[in-house]
């Protein structure tokens, strides 16, 4: 890998080890958090902007400044992927960046992970259909489990969000995931899941993925999915398959910049372990593991115990 010599990225993060992506560079175009749903699990932590306004959030020619000096020295990535601090679509300006992306850095394959809130605009279908993937969320077909779930905008619609997708499945040529993240207790009853089973049926992705919790959510209720239960309905959701964890060493090396401000980007964005840390950042874990007692200590970052073990999330986060 080449070296990259561009330290303090704003709207960059990572490149970081994705269960599904490989080498992913993220790319955040929106101040956190602003999203129109305010999903019970989120890694990212609960909505304080609930919005349906699609606008330049931040700046276009920054993030394309930035993507410019990043992917110049030719990284090895396997995607870059529009996600972060909320629903990317919210941006007026993806349309126009990921243009440059297939245009200037047409090597690099463009993912958009989106919770397909606002597919039913056929201008924002038309924004991102350059895009190589695309993966909606799809965690509910009725409005109780929708409300429960995903807290949407009042203005939203679980009808309308279904139909979104099914049309922008029409109408596109990459390749289009669904992602249905179960809450047990919500959205795993038989009903709901049938109804759940229905809309896929209608939308027709090329592949449907089961998640539950991983991370530290939105709300510290929410537990994860038993093993055999994801069975279950990974059999009902005929083809489903689960979000494994990463496999291997995604070290990543000649990504340079402070090793502090590197962590700190980084569970802004997503708590993580300090595995995920050594795994991302290619750092020994003795560094890690100082700078992190560092962090801690100056009140920057805070721990909280998981099943997966210990992760580390930015104070203010709650």
């Not at 902007?49 to 931040?58: A, D, G, I, V």
């Not at 030719?74 to 007026?92: K, V, W």
């Not at 047409?106 to 605009?121: E, M, Q």
Request: charged share 25%; proline share 7%.
């Amino acid at each position: 890998m080449k070296s990259n010599q561009h330290s303090g990225f704003k709207y960059l993060f990572g490149p970081v080890p994705s269960r599904r992506l490989g080498v992913s560079l993220g790319v955040d175009l929106l101040p956190p958090k602003t999203c129109s749903l305010n999903c019970v699990y989120c890694e990212a932590g609960p909505t304080t902007r609930l919005t349906l306004k699609r606008k330049e959030y931040s700046p276009k020619s920054d993030i394309l400044e930035e993507l410019r000096a990043f992917l110049e020295p030719r990284p090895e990535l396997d995607y870059i992927t529009f996600s972060g601090s909320g629903e990317p679509l919210l941006h007026s300006g993806i349309g126009e960046i990921i243009h440059f992306l297939k245009t200037k850095f047409a090597a690099y394959k463009v993912a958009v992970l989106t919770n397909g809130t606002l597919c039913g605009d056929a201008a924002v279908r038309g924004e991102i259909a350059q895009a190589d993937l695309v993966i909606a969320s799809l965690d509910a077909a009725t409005v109780a489990s929708f409300e429960r779930v995903n807290r949407p905008h009042p203005a939203l619609a679980v009808e309308d969000m279904i139909a979104g997708l099914a049309a922008f499945k029409r109408g596109f040529a990459g390749r289009f995931w669904a992602e249905v993240f179960i809450v047990p207790g919500i959205n795993d009853q038989p009903e709901t899941l049938r109804k759940i089973k229905t809309a896929l049926d209608l939308i027709g992705p090329d592949k449907t993925q089961i998640n539950s919790l991983d991370r530290p959510g939105a709300e510290q209720w929410v537990e994860p999915l038993a093993p055999e239960a994801r069975a279950s309905i990974m059999a009902y959701l005929s083809g489903a398959e689960a979000i494994r964890a990463v496999d291997g060493s995604f070290a990543l090396r000649g990504v340079v910049g402070d090793e502090s401000d590197r962590i700190l980007n980084l569970v802004k964005r997503r708590p993580c372990t300090r595995q995920d840390m050594v795994r991302t950042l290619g750092l020994k874990p003795e560094k890690v593991t100082s700078l992190l007692a560092l962090l801690q200590a100056e009140g920057r970052i805070r721990s909280q115990p998981m099943a997966r073990g210990v992760f580390y999330l930015p104070v203010g986060r709650e």
